[in-house]
């Protein structure tokens, strides 16, 4: 089955500064890749996707990149703000929404005033 | 629109009883539901995917038998812990896919959660 890494676990940051999260996937066939943005106690909030047939997918300051051949994709946030921080899951899928999600083990983002 | 809600947010329970945890889709049918468990500050595991009218499909290492799913509409998923033991508390997410669009039918939409606390 799939096997989701994700790297690092916990990232700290300045304010302003960017923030980069790396997942890499086991299974060749996934074409769905999500990051989630968890807060305390709180259910996973989708901040963004990609799928397979894309490379590069940017909203504002959120942007993520997919290399399929090397089975990796990363989350990329610029100008961090302290609301930013939270813990953010990588997630791989065969299908978007009608397969179930293998997640990442999160990374604990904390963005410094 | 695309809301999903669990009932309780919150239970505890004393070792040896049974908890029923509720999912529901509010504003669209969900043909597929996922139950994830996530143990503190570690990340969701899969739990079991129910799919309306059917039986539940069980990851490996979840006991069908402890954990009873039954998805008896397009907008209800349960979950049931039965002889819930300490070792079963953690934080319980539903998640739910559309059948048909609006919503978006290849999204996730995930419930609030049920933080199970078993004394």
């Known amino acids: 089955g799939e096997n989701v890494e994700q790297h690092p676990s916990t990232l700290s940051v300045q304010e302003g500064d960017s923030a980069v999260i790396k997942c890499t996937y086991s299974d060749s066939a996934s074409n769905y890749f999500p990051w989630y943005k968890q807060e305390l106690g709180k259910r996973p909030q989708l901040i963004i996707d990609i799928r397979s047939n894309v490379g590069e997918k940017k909203d504002q300051r959120i942007a993520v990149t997919l290399n399929k051949t090397a089975k990796h994709f990363s989350l990329h946030i610029t100008e961090t703000q302290p609301e930013d921080s939270a813990v953010y899951f990588c997630?791989?899928?065969?299908?978007?929404?009608?397969?179930?999600?293998?997640f990442g083990k999160g990374t604990r983002l904390s963005v410094i005033a | 629109g695309a809301v999903v809600s669990q009932h309780p947010s919150r239970v505890i329970c004393k070792s040896g009883t049974s908890v029923k945890i509720e999912c529901r889709s509010l504003?669209?049918?969900?043909?597929?539901m996922f139950w994830y468990r996530q143990f503190p500050k570690q990340s969701l595991m899969l739990m079991a995917t129910?799919?309306?009218?059917?039986?539940?499909?069980?990851e490996q290492g979840v006991e069908k038998d402890k954990f009873l799913i039954n998805h008896a509409s397009l907008t209800l998923s349960t979950l049931t812990v039965t002889s819930a033991h300490p070792e079963d508390s953690s934080f319980y997410i539903c998640?739910?896919?559309?059948?048909?669009?609006?919503?978006?039918?290849?999204?996730?939409?995930f419930g609030p959660g049920t933080r199970l606390t078993v004394l």
């Open positions: 997630a791989a899928a065969l299908i978007a929404g009608n397969t179930p999600l293998v």
């Open positions: 998640s739910a896919i559309s059948g048909t669009s609006p919503p978006a039918i290849d999204t996730q939409y």
């Open positions: 504003d669209f049918q969900a043909t597929t």
């Open positions: 129910s799919n309306e009218g059917s039986k539940a499909t069980y």
